[in-house]
């Protein structure tokens, strides 16, 4: 998800500078809403993770 985050925003960059405001505009919300899905995701694996562990051990 990160990977596609980083297209998006890599996207975003390219159309910024040749003057396409629009679709910059759009593939960098689309990059942000992935990053924060994917950070929420970490978040949410880590600490599953770290009761499980406590569980187990």
Known sequence: MIKWAIIFFA?????????????????????????????AIFLVVLVFGVMLGVLVF
């Open 11 to 39: 996207i975003s960059l390219v159309a910024g500078f040749f003057g396409f405001t629009g679709v910059a505009a759009g593939s960098r919300t689309i990059a942000k809403v992935l990053f924060f899905i994917a950070l």
